[in-house]
Nanobody, 128 residues
């Protein structure tokens, strides 16, 4: 099992930017798609963005497309989520995850069931 630790969350104002980081350790993430999800209390976990092992293939939820950017540094076993023009509706706990199976693309990896390793989450709160 891979261990994931997110960081970088906080309280910001609408329109601000924030960058989340996720450090992976334990089992290798080589060849595995990784992703960010978010969840508000009382709601289902929501897909935000995914990135393939090589990093050239990414997927975004419509709600964050062109505002958020996912990236990864395989040498450091890190993934990142750059969030720009934040909105109050972006308020949630953000989780990083590693896919259940290896793949060359992020296509099709948009459901929480596609992932089997999760971090503990980092809270992002956007005030209006």
């Amino acid at each position: 099992q891979v261990q994931l630790v997110e960081s970088g969350g906080g309280l910001v104002q609408a329109g601000d930017s924030l960058t989340l980081s996720c450090a992976a350790s334990g089992r290798t993430t080589s060849g595995y798609t990784m992703a960010w999800f978010r969840q508000d209390p009382g709601k289902e976990r929501e897909f935000v963005a995914a990135i393939s092992w090589i990093g050239g293939n990414t997927r975004y939820a419509d709600s964050v497309n062109r505002r958020f950017t996912i990236s990864r540094d395989n040498a450091k076993n890190m993934i990142y989520l750059q969030m720009n023009n934040l909105k109050p509706e972006d308020t949630a706990a953000y989780y990083c995850a590693v896919a259940r199976r290896q793949s060359l693309t992020a296509t099709g990896f948009i459901k929480s069931d596609d992932y089997d390793s999760w971090g503990q989450g980092t809270q992002v709160t956007v005030s209006s």
